[in-house]
């Protein structure tokens, strides 16, 4: 089966100089409808690597394929949620979550005759994730993970066939941080897109993931292809087991090697 996210041999430098190699010769696809995680040292390119595959930054070398074609400008597709949520003060959560529906096609040129079925679809997602009675609210009336939750149905309200996840919660407290593990859960189940999280927590990843990738040290490249082989829906206590905590465990170890390295 062909991928739908496919990097081949992709470097990337910033400049011409030596030291600004980010990425070297990283390679890994990723299947329709699957989550993959992407952990690594701090400085490995994994926020690089998200730009690559987005196409707001064009690789230096190798080929990189979303949906059968090369990327070679901005996709128009993905969704995106990063570490700040950065919603629109003046606007109401519904209207934060609907704001890309007034720019990606055909979404934005259908909006003015379908506003009241997309408004619907708004209100549903924020149901989804727990802000059923908060459509009316500024950003500023919400607390921190609230404001994370809207900004994952923002970038799921134009059906993205791929959802790009910078650190989403790596600002929030941990009993957070567990709640929106399973409102994310529970979207990817309902939604099935395609998704890549960069995190630093290697929790996280075991718990949501499909697959964890590691990143060497700069440079960064992939030096591990972690299965994550768990059912589906995932409980928070499954991150206590011993399976799971074995497999943190073994990406720490890889981690710390590859940051050894690096050091030598």
């Known amino acids: 089966m062909t991928n739908f996210v496919q990097l081949q041999q992709v470097s990337l430098k910033y400049n011409e100089e030596e030291s600004a190699l980010a990425l070297y010769r990283t390679s890994f696809g990723v299947a329709s409808g699957e989550f993959i995680a992407v952990v690594g040292p701090s400085g490995c390119g994994k926020s690089t690597l998200m730009k690559v595959v987005t196409g707001l930054w064009p690789a230096t070398a190798g080929q990189v394929m979303v949906a059968d074609k090369p990327v070679t400008t901005p996709l128009n597709f993905v969704g995106m949620a990063f570490q700040n949520p950065s919603l629109l ?12 529906l ?68 790596g600002a929030l407290d941990m ?17 099935r897109p395609t998704v890549i999280l960069v995190t630093h927590d290697l929790r996280e990843a075991v718990f949501l993931a499909d697959r964890v990738l590691v990143m060497s040290a700069r440079p960064g490249r992939i030096i591990l292809d972690c299965k994550i082989d768990m059912e589906r829906p995932r409980r928070l206590e499954r991150t206590y087991e011993p399976e799971s905590v074995a497999l943190v465990h073994e990406l720490r170890e890889h981690i710390s ?8």
């Not at 009993?175 to 939604?191: G, M, P, Y």
Request: one cysteine or more.
């Open 89 to 100: 003060p003046w606007r109401t959560t519904l209207k934060n979550v609907m704001l890309p």
């Open 102 to 169: 007034e720019i990606v096609e055909p979404h934005a040129s259908r909006l003015r005759s379908d506003r009241e079925a997309y408004e619907a679809k708004a209100r549903e997602l924020l149901a989804l994730v727990g802000l059923k009675g908060c459509e009316d609210k500024y950003p500023w009336q919400l607390s921190g993970g609230m404001q994370q939750r809207a900004q994952l149905c923002r970038a799921l309200i134009h059906e993205p066939s791929l959802l790009m996840l910078d650190e989403p919660f």
């Open 175 to 191: 009993f957070t941080r567990e709640e929106l593990w399973l409102a994310l859960q529970d979207l990817w189940i309902a939604r």
């Open 257 to 264: 090697a590859a940051r050894a390295k690096a050091a030598a």
